[in-house]
């Protein structure tokens, strides 16, 4: 089995040219005076120059939460004040007279849990995170294993108990890891993709030196450059940003490229500009800042980075490249290209995020579907992430369960399956159709689940012990393709439309039989298990 590190996704965010023209007479009274803001040789003043902008952060959060489906192994204990908010919690979302909620709180199927999760950074609203819960101190709750986590609030850390906003829910399947070697407390687990942010996070700029002139002009330009509404001016002293949907998960590269734009535009400045920063990002040391400060100048910046597309510096072309597509030069696709099909470079993964980030989708989905067939498992794995973003054909999914998503890729060399312990629960098939061997027998680690494949047998049968009932449900028949067998062990067992459906299978009882399947040679593929959420 291989275990996935994390890894940190930067992607470019394309710009839209058009900043407005203001007179070298009109800076020079912004700040209610004549003043010379642009001495012999400075290329002028930014809007970074004038302002301190208050970049958002991750915010801890916290609550309590109910966790129901248990087989007997929550617990009745539960602190008096926790439980008058629960009751109280529970009543405003249930008519009173359907529920006895002091007699669910006590329920060995239910046990109260603390929730534990981290709102990204600048989360637009109805943005997803993961949760950790963990059964609360004293009680006599054994698991948590197979239940699931009611719909609870959730406040910033260190405010619970006090009137404060709430600021995210939760709710979901609760997901216990069980393919890790060590041995977790089972009293301790996820909900994955359970939080939901309630609130947009809005970004401040504060000005320097307070005046309603400054506050307006900066606020022109912003919107000027990206849309109306962008910005604010909410007082003389602060602009309010909002995040362009576009760089919604790329939200410190639209807070580099705000605090680069200038605010006098004329050719003669952005030429001299133009001049400089390519000159910088060809010999310089931070190549990064003046790609910045040419994609914030815009369409004027394309000579001189079509020249910088012939360096025989590698990092000089990529960086040259990325920020010409940003600003709409075609050329661009094809450094962009050429870098990420090179076996030997090293900024392959850079060179695909900004295609997918800014170039025609058709253009990024081109080279992705071929990365698809790299030896090197990172970038094949990139380009299926790449092409999922895109919502390209190459990769099929459906949701199964209601609890998770089975995504196939058939034009990958290799063969092996995709499981996502972090973010948005989801297997992947890769190589696919992938098969079941006959002559197989695979039991869960409880031995409540056995998949069993007799040899010369046309079909692979498949029960289940029923969870709260001394009866088996099955066996079922099934095909061998990989897929079907996944989605009768997980599918509900009774579909919407009344008929017979699967065995209702959790999410991390499938991983893990999944795992023992390749372990056994079962399936002829690679287990590959992503990393597990870090909730600090």
């Known amino acids: 089995m291989r275990i996935l590190n994390q890894k940190t996704v930067l992607l470019v965010a394309a710009l839209i040219c058009g900043c407005a023209l203001i007179s070298c007479r009109e800076l020079g009274q912004i700040h209610g005076r004549q003043t010379q803001l642009m001495p012999a040789g400075d290329l002028g003043t930014t809007i970074g120059s004038l302002v301190e902008i208050t970049e958002p952060e991750p915010i801890?959060?916290?609550?309590?939460?109910?966790?129901?489906?248990?087989?007997?192994?929550?617990?009745?204990?539960?602190?008096?004040?926790v439980r008058e908010y629960l009751k109280r919690y529970v009543l405003a979302q249930l008519p009173r007279d359907r529920i006895n909620v002091d007699r669910f709180i006590d329920s060995p199927e239910t046990a109260v849990v603390w929730i534990e999760g981290v709102v990204p950074a600048a989360a637009p609203?109805?943005?997803?995170?993961?949760?950790?819960?963990?059964?609360?101190?004293?009680?006599?709750?054994?698991?948590?294993?197979?239940?699931?986590?009611?719909?609870?609030?959730?406040?910033?850390?260190?405010?619970?108990?006090?009137?404060?906003?709430?600021?995210?829910?939760?709710?979901?399947?609760?997901?216990?890891?069980?393919?890790?070697?060590?041995?977790?407390?089972?009293?301790?687990?996820?909900?994955?993709y359970g939080g939901k942010a309630l609130e947009e996070y809005l970004i401040f700029m504060i000005l320097r030196e307070p005046n309603y002139r400054s506050a307006n002009l900066i606020?022109?330009?912003?919107?000027?450059?990206?849309?109306?509404?962008?910005?604010?001016?909410?007082?003389?002293?602060?602009?309010?940003?909002?995040?362009?949907?576009?760089?919604?998960?790329?939200?410190?590269?639209?807070?580099?490229?705000?605090?680069?734009?200038?605010?006098?535009?004329?050719?003669?400045?952005?030429?001299?500009?133009?001049?400089t920063f390519a000159a910088k990002l060809a010999v310089g040391q931070d190549k990064e800042a003046s790609e910045i400060?040419?994609?914030?100048?815009?369409?004027?910046?394309?000579?001189?980075?079509?020249?910088?597309?012939?360096?025989?510096?590698?990092?000089?072309?990529?960086?040259?490249?990325?920020?010409?597509?940003?600003?709409?030069?075609?050329?661009?696709?094809?450094?962009?290209?050429?870098?990420?099909?090179?076996?030997?470079?090293?900024?392959?993964?850079?060179?695909?995020?900004?295609?997918?980030?800014?170039?025609?989708?058709?253009?990024?989905?081109?080279?992705?579907?071929?990365?698809?067939?790299?030896?090197?498992?990172?970038?094949?794995?990139?380009?299926?992430?790449?092409?999922?973003?895109?919502?390209?054909?190459?990769?099929?999914?459906?949701?199964?369960?209601?609890?998770?998503?089975?995504?196939?890729?058939?034009?990958?060399?290799q063969k092996a399956i995709y499981v996502s312990r972090r973010g948005q629960p989801r297997i992947v098939l890769f190589g696919a159709p992938l098969h079941c061997r006959d002559n197989v027998f695979i039991q869960s680690v409880n031995g409540d689940i056995v998949i069993d494949s007799r040899s010369g047998q046309q079909y692979v049968s498949i029960m289940r012990k029923h969870p709260t009932r001394p009866t088996v449900i099955g066996p079922l028949k099934c095909s061998f393709?990989?897929?079907?067998?996944?989605?009768?062990?997980?599918?509900?067992?009774?579909?919407?439309?009344?008929?017979?459906?699967?065995?209702?299978?959790?999410?991390?009882?499938i991983i893990a039989l999944l795992k023992q399947m390749c372990d056994k040679n079962a399936v002829q593929a690679e287990f590959w298990a992503g990393p597990l959420p870090d909730i600090r």
């Open 60 to 81: 801890p959060v916290e609550g309590y939460g109910l966790v129901g489906g248990l087989k007997g192994t929550g617990s009745a204990e539960c602190p008096p004040q």
């Open 125 to 192: 609203k109805g943005q997803r995170f993961d949760l950790r819960i963990t059964a609360l101190p004293g009680t006599q709750t054994i698991s948590l294993e197979d239940g699931w986590l009611y719909r609870a609030e959730l406040k910033p850390r260190g405010t619970f108990g006090i009137a404060t906003r709430v600021i995210a829910a939760a709710e979901g399947p609760v997901f216990m890891d069980k393919i890790s070697t060590s041995t977790a407390s089972m009293r301790i687990a996820y909900v994955l």
């Open 219 to 275: 606020r022109n330009l912003i919107n000027g450059r990206f849309a109306s509404g962008t910005a604010r001016a909410i007082s003389s002293g602060q602009v309010e940003l909002r995040i362009p949907a576009k760089y919604k998960t790329r939200v410190q590269r639209f807070i580099s490229i705000v605090e680069a734009m200038y605010l006098d535009r004329t050719p003669e400045l952005d030429k001299e500009r133009v001049k």
């Open 293 to 413: 400060a040419l994609e914030a100048i815009g369409s004027t910046s394309l000579s001189k980075l079509k020249v910088l597309l012939n360096s025989s510096d590698e990092h000089v072309r990529l960086l040259a490249g990325r920020c010409m597509i940003n600003i709409g030069g075609e050329q661009g696709v094809q450094a962009l290209r050429e870098i990420s099909m090179d076996r030997a470079s090293a900024y392959r993964l850079e060179a695909l995020e900004a295609l997918t980030a800014a170039a025609k989708p058709e253009d990024a989905a081109s080279v992705a579907r071929r990365l698809l067939q790299d030896p090197d498992f990172d970038i094949m794995l990139a380009a299926y992430s790449q092409l999922r973003k895109l919502n390209d054909i190459a990769v099929t999914k459906r949701l199964v369960g209601r609890s998770f998503f089975l995504e196939q890729v058939a034009q990958t060399k």
């Open 481 to 509: 393709k990989l897929s079907d067998i996944i989605q009768i062990l997980c599918e509900e067992p009774v579909k919407e439309d009344g008929q017979q459906g699967g065995l209702g299978v959790s999410y991390a009882e």
